[in-house]
C-alpha cells in the first residue's frame, strides 16, 4: 500500500482550502482513538487500536469504566514470534491482523513494536521482538507488509530509544550517535525501506536532551530526509511535552485528543512563532495517509478458524528447545502409561504480557485440559499444583508433586513468570522465577532428571535447572492458541522450531547494561554504547546460559559448499553467498541458516561479528538444499562520528555461516576495497597519527617533522629513532601541542599552511 499521486494532490488542494482552524483540529484526535473528520471535504474519521500481536479494539466501558474489548485473535506475544525467525510467517500473521482490523472498521493498528532489548530487565521485553536490529527489522518489515497488504495501515513504534519503562515518560536517554544510528535507529530504517509503514510512533522518552515527538533530527532530519518516510508520525499516547515545537520537529498527529493544543497553535500561527507553511506541510503529509487508508477500506467476515490455526502454528514455531538429554523429545507415547503433569501454570497459564497489548480473546481450554484432550488412547494423566496461583508453595504441595513425579513414567513441569513480574509500565528489578517455581523443580529434579520444563515467559530468566534436569522448553507467551500448541509438540503433532532472539545471561550480573540500566537523576546513560546482547558476550569472550541465535532440532544439519561470487568487492558490488544444507538425521526439521559479518578493522570498535541476514528452511531426512545470501554495501558500513554518516572501512571481513553466533558452520575472507580512497578531512587539532595516515597530510607532516627539535629531535635523531613510548606520545598529540613542544620549530602560521593545501586549498606539494 502506497501513497500515490492522486492521493497527495488531494491532500494538497485540500490543505489549501482548509481554514487554520481546521488544520489545528485536524492535528490532535477526535477522540482517544481516532482522528477528526473533516465532512466537507469528504473525509471521515480515522480509527486507531492497538496492537501489535492482536487487534485491542475497545467498544464499550464496563460500570466500573474498564475498557471492554472486541473479540480478537491473540497471537502469541513478539518475543515469541521473534524466536520463529521465520519472514514468511509473519507476514501471514500480519494479514491476519490486518484482516481483523478491516472487519471491525480498524484503520490503523499500532504495530509492530520494535524497540531493542537492551536489558534483560526491560518491563516491556515481552512485546518487542529481538536484540538485534536485522532480525527484529526483517521480521517487522514482513509483518507490515502482510498487514497493509489488507489496506489497514502499520504503525511501528515506538521511535526511538523506548527500551525501559522507568520514568520513561520523562528519561532523557543519553546515547551516543554511532549507537543509536548502528543499533536503536538501524531496526527501524530497515522497516521503513523494506515495506514503507504508513505511520511511526514517537515515543514518551527524550533522546539526548529532546523529547522524541518534538526531536527534528529523529523525526524529519533522519526518518523523512535520510530514510524517506512519507507516512505520518504520530505521539504515543499523552506523550506531547510543548505541541508548537512537535509541529516544527515533525508530528503529524498528537493522540489523544487535546483541544488545549487549539489555542496554543493557532496563536503560534497569528503571531508567527509557527510559520503557517510548515503547518501546511504536517497537514499535507497527514491528509495523505488519511485519504489512502480511506480508499483502501475493504471490510470482509473474517475466516477465524483460519487464524487460529495461524497462531497456532506460529506458536509452536516460536517454541525454542534448550535441552534435550537423551532425546527425551519427541517422546515415544506408545510405551509411556502415565504423566505427571506439574504446575499450576498447566491450569492457569499465562498467555500473553501485561499492559495496552493485551488481547481480548475466546476462552480457551487450559494447558491441561488440552492434554488431557490430546493424549494417546490409555493414557493417564496426573495433576498437581506444586505452587499456587501467587507462585508461592508449602511442603504439602512439594510432597503431592513429588508423589505423582514418583509414581508416573513421564513428568512436564510447568513453570516461568506470572504476569506481575513483567508488564508495560514497570522494569524488572531481577530475574528470578517466583521461588514456588524454583522449588518445585528443585524437588523434582532431586528424585528424578528425566524431567521436561516448559517455561511460559517473556524475558530472559536464570535457570540453573538446565544442569539438572534433562529437557528445557522455552515456550515464551504464546497467546491464546497455548494449550493447543504445547499439546501439539508435546504428543509429537508439531516440532518446537525456534531460535533464540535473544541472549539470556547465567546471572544478572553478567548483564550487558548493568549499572548504566538505572537512571541517574532524570537521565539514562548508554555506557554499554553498542555492546548489548550477543556482541557483548562475544566481545567479552563469554559463554551466556542460552546464546542468541541457539536452538535444538530433533534431527541434524550439515552445512558443506560455502562460496561467495568474489573475494575482492567494491562499496557498489553485489556480493552472493551461498552454502548447502542437508538434513543428515531421520526426523524431518527446521534449520535456521544465519549470516554473520565480522569487521576486522581496527581503526574503529567494532562487535565481533553482527548478524547480517537468516532464512528459516524445511528439510526431510536426506534432503539437500541451497541457500542464497545478497549482501550490499549496507552489510559492511559503520557509522562515523566524524565523518557525520555511514561508511566503509577497506580491509578484510569475514563472511560467516552459522546455526547460533556460537556455533559458525563456515566462513570466508573477503576484501573491501575503495574505488575512490577516502579519509577524513584534517583539521588543525587532528593528530599527528592522523596526518601521517592521510596521503596528502603524509607529505605535510614528514615535511614538518624533517625539521623539528622538540621530543629529542634535531640533536641527531629523526622521527623514526626515538623510543616507542616517545613516539606514541607524538602520534596521539594533537598538532598545537606539538607546536608547544617544539622549541620554537614548528608555528601555528605553518599548521594553517599545512591544513589548507592538505585540503587542496594550496597545490599539496
Not at 128 to 154: C, F, H, M, R
Request: proline fraction near 4%; glycine fraction near 8%; hydrophobic fraction near 35%.
Amino acid at each position: 500500500m502506497e501513497i500515490n499521486s492522486m492521493e497527495r494532490e488531494q491532500a494538497k488542494a485540500v490543505t489549501a482550502s482548509m481554514t487554520l482552524e481546521e488544520k489545528v483540529h485536524l492535528w490532535t484526535g477526535n477522540s482517544y482513538w481516532s482522528t477528526y473528520p473533516m465532512e466537507r471535504f469528504g473525509l471521515s474519521e480515522c480509527i486507531l487500536s492497538d496492537g501489535p500481536h492482536g487487534v485491542r479494539r475497545v467498544k464499550e466501558r464496563d460500570h466500573l469504566g474498564q475498557a471492554v474489548n472486541e473479540r480478537a485473535t491473540g497471537f502469541p506475544a513478539s518475543a515469541a514470534m521473534g524466536a520463529t525467525w521465520n519472514k514468511e510467517l509473519l507476514r501471514e500473521v500480519g494479514e491476519a491482523l490486518g484482516r481483523e482490523c478491516q472487519s471491525m472498521g480498524i484503520d490503523i493498528l499500532l504495530g509492530p513494536a520494535v524497540n531493542m532489548k537492551r536489558s534483560v530487565l526491560g518491563g516491556r521485553n515481552f512485546e518487542y521482538l529481538s536484540e538485534d536490529p536485522v532480525l527484529a527489522g526483517k521480521l517487522a518489515a514482513q509483518i507490515v507488509n502482510g498487514i497493509q497488504s489488507t489496506g489497514t495501515g502499520a504503525c511501528m513504534k515506538h521511535f526511538a530509544c523506548n527500551n525501559s519503562e522507568a520514568y520513561r515518560m520523562t528519561a532523557d536517554v543519553n546515547v551516543d550517535e554511532r549507537t543509536l544510528h548502528e543499533l536503536y535507529l538501524k531496526v527501524f530504517e530497515i522497516i521503513v525501506k523494506e515495506s514503507g509503514p504508513m505511520a511511526v510512533m514517537g515515543a514518551y522518552n527524550k533522546v539526548n536532551g529532546t523529547y522524541a515527538c518534538e526531536n527534528k533530527y529523529l523525526l524529519t532530519d533522519v526518518l523523512r530526509n535520510a530514510w524517506g518516510f512519507t507516512g505520518m508520525v504520530l505521539s504515543d499516547w499523552l506523550a506531547v511535552d510543548e505541541c508548537v515545537e512537535a509541529v516544527k520537529a515533525g508530528l503529524n498527529l498528537e493522540m489523544p485528543q487535546n483541544p488545549a493544543v487549539y489555542e496554543k497553535l493557532e496563536k503560534a500561527v497569528l503571531s508567527g512563532e509557527l510559520p503557517e507553511e510548515l503547518l501546511n506541510k504536517r497537514t499535507e503529509e497527514l491528509l495523505g495517509v488519511l485519504f489512502t487508508l480511506q480508499k483502501n477500506r475493504n471490510p470482509k467476515p473474517v475466516d477465524w478458524e483460519k487464524h487460529r490455526a495461524i497462531a497456532r502454528k506460529t506458536a509452536a514455531e516460536s517454541m525454542v528447545l534448550l535441552k534435550n538429554e537423551g532425546n527425551l523429545l519427541p517422546a515415544d507415547w506408545s510405551r509411556t502409561k502415565s504423566l505427571a503433569v506439574l504446575g499450576d501454570f498447566a491450569v492457569h497459564p499465562r498467555t500473553q504480557g501485561g499492559g495496552s497489548s493485551s488481547v481480548e480473546t475466546e476462552q480457551q481450554a487450559t494447558i491441561l485440559e488440552e492434554l488431557k484432550r490430546q493424549a494417546p488412547e490409555g493414557l493417564k494423566i496426573r495433576f498437581a499444583a506444586g505452587y499456587d496461583r501467587e507462585g508461592d508453595t508449602t511442603e504439602e504441595l512439594l510432597k503431592e508433586a513429588a508423589k505423582a513425579a514418583q509414581d508416573c513414567d513421564r513428568v512436564i513441569i510447568f513453570a516461568g513468570l506470572p504476569e506481575s513480574y513483567e508488564s508495560e509500565g514497570y522494569d524488572r528489578s531481577h530475574m528470578r522465577m517466583p521461588e514456588g517455581h524454583v522449588r518445585l523443580i528443585d524437588e523434582i529434579a532431586a528424585i528424578r532428571t528425566d524431567i521436561l520444563v516448559v517455561l511460559s515467559n517473556g524475558s530472559p530468566i536464570e535457570m540453573p535447572f538446565l544442569e539438572t534436569v534433562d529437557a528445557v522448553l522455552e515456550a515464551w507467551l504464546l497467546g491464546q492458541e497455548t494449550a493447543g500448541a504445547l499439546a501439539d509438540v508435546i504428543f509429537h503433532r508439531a516440532q518446537p522450531s525456534g531460535r533464540m532472539p535473544e541472549t539470556f545471561p547465567k546471572h544478572l550480573e553478567e548483564e550487558a547494561a548493568g549499572v548504566h540500566f538505572s537512571v541517574d537523576e532524570g537521565t539514562l546513560y548508554y555506557g554499554e554504547r553498542m555492546m548489548t546482547g550477543y556482541r557483548y558476550y562475544e566481545k567479552r569472550g563469554m559463554t551466556p546460559a542460552v546464546p542468541f541465535g541457539f536452538g535444538l532440532s530433533y534431527t541434524t544439519f550439515d552445512y558443506s559448499d560455502m562460496t561467495v561470487t568474489k573475494e575482492r568487492v567494491t562499496e557498489k558490488d553485489e556480493l552472493e553467498v551461498r552454502v548447502k544444507v542437508k538434513n543428515t538425521g531421520s526426523y524431518p526439521g527446521y534449520e535456521v541458516v544465519q549470516l554473520y559479518v565480522s569487521n576486522r578493522q581496527t581503526r574503529m570498535l567494532h562487535p565481533e561479528k553482527e548478524l547480517k541476514d537468516f532464512e528459516k528452511l524445511y528439510l526431510q531426512p536426506g534432503e539437500e538444499r541451497e541457500v542464497r545470501f545478497v549482501l550490499n554495501c549496507d552489510a559492511f558500513s559503520c557509522y562515523s562520528r566524524k565523518a557525520g554518516g555511514w561508511i566503509t572501512e577497506p580491509g578484510e571481513y569475514g563472511i560467516l555461516i552459522g546455526a547460533s553466533v556460537k556455533d559458525i558452520r563456515g566462513s570466508v575472507l573477503i576484501r573491501l576495497e575503495q574505488e575512490e580512497e577516502r579519509h577524513d578531512r584534517l583539521t588543525e587539532k587532528s593528530t599527528l597519527e592522523e596526518w601521517l595516515a592521510h596521503p596528502c597530510g603524509r607529505k605535510e607532516a614528514e615535511r614538518m617533522l624533517s625539521h623539528y627539535r622538540g621530543f629529542g629531535m634535531g640533536e641527531g635523531r629523526s622521527f623514526e629513532e626515538l623510543s616507542h613510548f616517545v613516539k606514541r606520545i607524538m602520534l596521539e598529540m594533537p598538532m598545537p601541542g606539538l607546536i608547544t613542544a617544539s622549541d620554537g620549530s614548528f608555528t601555528h602560521e605553518e599548521l594553517s599552511a599545512m591544513v589548507n593545501r592538505a585540503a587542496g586549498k594550496e597545490e599539496c606539494r
